[in-house]
């Protein structure tokens, strides 16, 4: 009988050893991501030419994105907790990549700046309720060793889909308009936006496969908070550091429109900087899996601080760059590089830290660090950049980079 148990669990071990990460589950998840981030980076893409068209000012693409990273960060800290209690995540998921989707056709509807707050608020609300029980559901799907890759291979499938998204708005703009686009060219290229948004539902909900994780926990929000281990709260603190300074890089495509306007016109600077765009999220993707495997070999916190270096790096730069091609590709590059670093080692460093306590309730805590930090940068870089000068948004973020490279790295 003890010889039936010892095979038994030999058999297991073996067996553990040799799945491998590169599953079903994780392609499926990778495959979503694709459609998802073609859809939502198209119009993404397109939103500062869009508002900037309806006369809306620099503030107010600052306000729209913080706005709504902040209602999805609240969202995320609920739908992980929630996935967490019920035991289920799935439908969690899909729901919420139907509403992004779904939303950024609406932006087709605006005549004012205010509506696409609520639509892309709406969009980042779908966004928000899947993202922890997604990636809950990724750390579920492989062994603990493959992490990194796991998270990297997810990345990158999200990040080819940034680079299909802006490439296909290019493709569009060239077709519907030419030499000259319109507020009507915009809209329309909204509405093909939802067509691989669609897409992404129906891919998880088809090919990921709800499997086994922890039991329902039976216990409240703040309870589930409180029993996060405390390596995790730490880590959280250099996260919101770092986040309180990570402006969406839609202001990047803004302004690099503004330093090329002078030298070759408003609208061959609004297509270049879509080129450019297209370049960050290159590396955004080409780096994804590396830096997720480099970081299953040499560790996740050194490479993650590095990260975080890289982008002070970045912010300085756009303070001294003119109108230079060269220079502007390299920091879209850099951009791209420490984005990818950065969103595929704080999810595998969480995964590590979190163990099997919470993983719901922590990623929607990670979540709501980054959204409330991306909510303080976006609005308070764009405040900065109206009110002062674009320099001084780039000096503020460069700051908290640093300060939370150093926060990171002094970890243990």
Known sequence: MVNDKEQVVKKTKSTSSKQSWLNRNVFGMALTSFFSDAGHEAATSILPMFLASIGAPAAALGAIEGVADAISSFVKLASGWISDRIGKRKLIVVSGYALTGLSTGLFALAQSWPFVLITRSIGWFGRGIRGPARDAMLVESVPSKFRGRAFGFHRAGDTLGAIVGPALALSLITLFAGKEATTTTYRQIFLITMIPGILSALSFAVLVKEGLHSSPQRVGLFKSIHLLPGNFKRFLIGVGIFGAGDFAHS?????????????????????????????????????????????????????????????????????????????????????GTFVAAEEVLEGAMSADLLANVGRGTGYGVLATVNGLGDFLSSVIVGLLWTAVAPAAGFVYSAVLFSAGAIMVYRLR
């Open 251 to 335: 202001l990047l495509i803004l302004r690099a429109v503004q330093i090329l306007t002078p030298q070759i016109g408003a609208v061959q600077a609004g297509q270049v900087a879509l080129i450019l765009y297209i370049i960050h999220n290159v590396f955004y993707t080409g780096m994804s899996y590396p830096v997720g495997a480099l970081a299953d070999r040499i560790g996740k916190r050194g490479l993650l601080a590095a990260s975080y270096a890289l982008a002070a790096v970045m912010a300085l730069g756009w303070i001294f760059t003119g109108p230079s091609i060269p220079v502007l590709i390299g920091l879209f590059a850099i951009g």
